[in-house]
């Protein structure tokens, strides 16, 4: 049977636990490192899907100044923590969007689109097709940046990452759809993305990357 | 009937509504003879007339030609399908290529080649950059959307020799197969270009798609096959994974928006057959029964049906999706028809049908305790291009 389609994250008492321990993440920030070695020098119009309290977009920020910025997110508390952090960057936009539908079609385009621990809270169908949204959303030169949580290819595996996190199997994230490296990979290069590459990893994070050529 | 746009890359297409250059054509000309009728009697406006109106065929004749060439599939599937044989030494081509009217053309099918033997040329026998060109080919006949259905498909080998080697699925079959993602076969039918037919296919197990073109302008893609076993990847790092999930969901969907008499027509059997009908069938006639007619829908429901159309033809590039549509407006929406037999609840046995007078679309999932579906796209006239190309016989012979 289908993952029961199960995602806690609108609920505020949810979004509070995972920010209390968002920064107990092991080796959490090496990925976020890499990730923003792959955004272009130069980048202009970023896009951060699932941008939770804005730890990423911060982070993208200060590497690059002059980008401007759309913050998406469905979970209310979230948004306020989005709303709260950005209030006085003009050049972010905070979107209340719930990635489950089709992207809002007045986005505009991107020179980069990035992501972080939240596309595995969709159903497999729906990974699919987001990511064929995003390739029509980039800008030729525009690159996807994905840092999340895969799937481990044995049970064991996946205990052990639990394990790391000081986590029992029966405390695991409920909204979680873990998918494998490999097919996401497969995915992204069908799409049409090119420099497909699983460019980090430790245990079950993974930063998956994808370039729209000019 | 209205049924929700469907978007296929830079094409919104409404199904039931006539295509974009048609129904530009038809308007341009209604103006044409509003201009000529009003211009007739005078001779100064005559001759003004006759330069304006050669001005501005001219230009609807580059914008016609503009968007034809950007949304038309034969030039671009002719320029991939010669690029891929140009890469190929002497022995490969021999292997991917056979005359247009060679019988290899029509034999097809989507079971195992240990079970059904085929020609052409495997992906797994290329180079990479042999593959990159067999697969730009491939590209250029579906939709992002198909293209990543093809290319899962075949990955799904993987997973498929996974669960047969740990003794699950039909492991005894599965010893006899060899489950191997890049077993497809690529073949060249004819000489690629802009004149005369030609005709290209991709096919292995759950995969067949064969491609017809006529002087670089029609192009047909059926039979169209997608197949996916397992169905639903139920453990392992690719658990929840469903491949054919919208074929499946969208026809249950419209099953059960439907009231009891309409629930009545609809299921002709409480059993599922043990595949679809037709299975490979050279050629086919419309089944019976037909189930429910679109005739006998709310429009909502109409709206379902055809979004189960769609789940089928979006997987095809977008003059493609047109062309169908097109064409089975013309024969009448209200006239498909939509069957299911066996049960409704996901997991069990089930099969269904949508036929239209031209088309018939067959979905059956029943093997491997119903997790292992079939579904094909078949035209009772034009699989292969027959239509088409029977046209193209009356006027060479003219």
């Not at chain 1, 972080?116 to 729906?126: E, G, K, Q, T, V």
């Not at chain 2, 890469?87 to 989507?110: C, I, M, N, V, Y």
């Not at chain 2, 239209?356 to 291009?385: C, K, M």
Request: hydrophobic share 40%.
């Amino acid at each position: 049977m289908d993952s029961p389609d199960v995602n806690l994250w609108q609920s505020p008492v949810h979004a509070i636990d995972y920010l209390c321990k968002a920064d107990t993440i092991p080796h959490r920030s090496e990925g976020e490192d890499v990730l923003l070695e792959f955004l272009p020098e130069t980048v202009g119009r970023v896009l951060d899907l699932g941008s939770g309290d804005g730890r990423l977009l911060a982070l993208a920020k200060l590497n690059r100044p002059n980008a401007t910025a759309v913050a998406l997110d469905f979970s209310p508390t979230m948004i306020d923590r989005l709303r709260a952090r950005f209030a006085a960057d003009t050049s972010i936009e905070v979107v209340v969007h719930d990635l489950a539908h089709p992207l809002p079609q007045l986005l505009g385009r991107f020179d980069a689109i990035i992501s972080s621990f939240a596309i595995h809270h969709l159903p497999h169908r729906r990974k699919r097709s987001l990511y064929g949204e995003l390739f029509e959303l980039l800008n030729a030169g525009g690159v996807f940046c994905n840092l999340e949580h895969v799937a481990s290819p044995t049970i064991a595996l996946h205990h052990e990452f639990l394990a790391a996190l000081s986590l029992a199997p029966d405390e695991e994230d409920p909204s979680n759809k873990l998918l494998d490296v490999e097919t996401q990979l497969q995915w992204l290069r069908a799409t049409g993305f090119d420099n497909v590459d699983c460019h980090w990893k430790w245990r079950e994070l993974a930063l998956l990357a994808g370039d729209k050529l000019q | 009937v209205q049924a929700n746009p469907v978007r296929h890359g830079a094409v919104i297409i409404a199904p039931g509504a006539p295509v974009v250059v048609p129904t530009l054509t038809h308007s341009l000309s209604e103006h044409f003879v509003q201009y000529c009728c009003f211009t007739r009697k005078d001779p100064a406006m005559r001759t003004a007339r006759s330069f304006r109106i050669l001005a501005w065929l001219a230009c609807v004749g580059v914008w016609l030609g503009a968007v034809y060439a950007s949304e038309s599939s034969p030039a671009p599937m002719a320029a991939a399908a010669s690029k891929f044989l140009a890469s190929l030494p002497p022995e490969q081509k021999a292997q991917a290529t056979f005359p247009f009217d060679s019988g290899e053309r029509e034999h097809w099918g989507f079971v195992p080649t240990e079970i059904f033997p085929r020609k052409g040329l495997t992906i797994g026998a290329m180079s990479e950059p042999q593959r990159k060109l067999a697969h730009d080919l491939l590209k250029t006949g579906l939709s992002q959307k198909g293209y990543l259905t093809a290319t899962s498909i075949m990955q799904l080998e993987d997973v498929l020799r996974v669960i047969e080697d740990a003794g699950g699925g039909d492991a005894a079959a599965g010893r006899r197969m060899e489950r191997n993602p890049v077993k497809y076969f690529v073949s060249v039918f004819g000489t690629p270009g802009a004149h005369g037919a030609w005709g290209w296919r991709v096919e292995g197990h759950h995969v067949s798609l064969n491609f017809t073109i006529v002087d670089g302008k029609l192009v047909t893609a059926t039979p169209q096959f997608f197949g996916s076993n397992p169905a639903e990847v139920r453990d392992g790092p690719k658990k929840g994974l469903r491949i054919l999930a919208d074929e499946e969901d969208s026809a249950r969907t419209l099953l059960m928006a439907l009231n009891p008499t309409q629930r009545a027509k609809a299921v002709i059997n409480t059993t599922a057959p043990g595949d679809i009908v037709t299975g490979n069938k050279l050629t086919i006639d419309p089944l019976s029964p037909a189930g429910i007619s679109a005739a006998d829908l709310e429009a909502s429901q109409r709206d379902l049906l055809m979004k189960v159309i769609d789940a089928y033809a979006s997987a095809m590039a977008p003059d493609i999706v047109a062309d169908r549509m097109t064409k089975l407006r013309q024969a009448g929406i209200e006239r498909i028809g939509f069957a299911w037999a066996g049960e409704a609840e996901r997991g069990k046995k089930h099969y269904y049908r949508v036929q239209g007078p031209t088309f018939l679309i067959e979905y059956d999932n029943t093997q491997n305790d119903a997790n292992h579906i079939h579904s094909v796209w078949r035209d009772f006239n034009g699989d292969f291009g027959r239509d088409v190309l029977r046209e193209h016989m009356k006027s060479v012979a003219h």
